[in-house]
């Protein structure tokens, strides 16, 4: 399962959202500037993240987008379940229904979770304990880890690019 190039986009551009003024914004034009993206394909990830409450859609000439929350509460997870919405990477299909010795009974569908398939469970097993990594891991964590490893003049051109552009 491979999630689409929106999510890491959606990341990317709520790490700009991060440490504005509490009563500015930043427009989705600027946003889709910097990151060299059409402001349509954009807009579509920024309003799956706003109907999500991850973001707070402001209105007008000078509206534009801010965090709704602070990036403590905000989770890789929360980000990839606005974006990608809720679909499970594993869908077991009750293939073992179509084998000869239970081809002819009655048994109904896979229901989640099986105890009497093995795979599914490992399966559903497996994306959980990815769900819970992904909800540890913060818009605060990563604003932290690219103070880290970006140099300061990256960082404070970044910050300059969407001062200078609000």
Known sequence: MAYSIGVEYGL??????????????IGIKE???????SETYLS???????KSGIIHSVPGVKGGYRLAKSPK??????VIEAVE???PVFQCKNIVSKGYLDRDSEKSECQS???????????????????????AKTLDWLDKELDK???PKRREDT??????HS
């Open 44 to 50: 579509k990830i920024f309003g799956k993240l706003s």
């Open 113 to 135: 979770p099986n105890p009497h398939c093995i795979i599914n469970l490992a399966m559903l097993d497996a994306e959980e304990k990815m769900r819970n990594e992904l909800r």
């Open 149 to 151: 490893t970006l140099s």
């Open 73 to 78: 509460d905000i989770s890789f997870w929360d």
């Open 85 to 87: 919405e809720n679909k």
């Open 12 to 25: 990317h551009c709520l790490v700009y959202l991060i440490g504005i003024p509490s009563d500015s914004t």
């Open 159 to 164: 910050r300059a690019f969407f001062e200078k």
């Open 31 to 37: 946003l889709a500037e910097f990151q060299g993206i």
